[in-house]
């Protein structure tokens, strides 16, 4: 069984900046792609980043500049820090992994239960 944690989500002011971290347990054996996603009241659900495991980055058009994904693969965590905060940005954030895992077959997607993020004045 595969859980991934989120963690570091809060309340920022404009301008500000948030770390969140999403640390998964469980028997996993690769994992290709972490990502993050979000999603704001009444929209859907969007991409933000992903890392591959070579390293490789990509971002949304929205966060391009502020927001650095990372990842730490002894720890299977991924990281997300958000700078130069929007009010735009308010959403919950979620970590998913695409990965393989003991007892399951093939990749799989994984999702955390997601954090809040609130940026306000």
């Known amino acids: 069984q595969v859980q991934l944690v989120e963690s570091g989500g809060g309340f920022v002011q404009p301008g500000g900046s948030l770390r969140l971290s999403c640390a998964a347990s469980g028997n996993l054996l690769s994992i290709p792609h972490m990502r993050w996603y979000r999603q704001a009241p009444g929209k859907q659900r969007e991409l933000v980043a992903v890392i591959t495991s070579g390293g490789s980055t990509t971002y949304a058009d929205s966060v391009k500049g502020r927001f650095t994904i990372s990842r730490e693969n002894a720890k299977n965590t991924v990281f997300l820090q958000m700078n130069s905060l929007k009010p735009d940005d308010t959403a919950v954030y979620f970590c998913?992994?695409?990965?393989?895992?003991?007892?399951?077959?093939?990749?799989?997607?994984?999702w955390g239960q997601g954090t809040q993020v609130t940026v306000s004045s």
């Open positions: 998913n992994y695409l990965c393989s895992a003991e007892g399951a077959v093939g990749l799989r997607n994984y």
